[in-house]
């Protein structure tokens, strides 16, 4: 089993910043790559950012330029940093693990935190 913590969420107005982190604790030694998901109200789970034990990254396009997600192999721990927060960046954020070096899916992650809100006012 493996544990997620999130941190970091919080209200911000439009152009702000906000940095969340993620903890994995347990059993994370097949952990491959981590990422962060959004849920925005009435909206499906979408994917945000990942980054794999090998340090290669990934964007979804509507964050390009503005997240920017790093990782800490030493600890498992992720983060996730936003800068020029738009009100539709306004969701429960949530930690995800894969042992998968390229997850092709949401199926293909094992472990999910419980998110934490990040709320951006126009």
């Known amino acids: 089993q493996v544990q997620l913590v999130e941190s970091g969420g919080g209200l911000v107005q439009t152009g702000g910043s906000l940095r969340l982190s993620c903890v994995a604790s347990?059993?994370?030694?097949?952990?491959?790559?981590m990422g962060w998901y959004r849920q925005a109200p009435g909206k499906q789970r979408e994917l945000v950012a990942t980054?794999?034990?090998?340090?290669?990254?990934y964007y979804t396009d509507s964050v390009k330029g503005r997240f920017t997600i790093t990782r800490n192999n030493a600890n498992y721990t992720i983060y996730l940093r936003m800068n020029s927060l738009k009100p539709e960046d306004t969701a429960v954020y949530y930690c995800?693990?894969?042992?998968?070096?390229?997850?092709?899916?949401?199926?293909?992650?094992?472990?999910w935190g419980q998110g934490t809100q990040v709320t951006v006012s126009s």
């Open positions: 347990g059993s994370v030694g097949s952990i491959n790559t």
């Open positions: 980054i794999n034990l090998y340090g290669s990254t």
């Open positions: 995800a693990t894969s042992d998968y070096e390229r997850p092709r899916g949401r199926y293909e992650y094992d472990y």
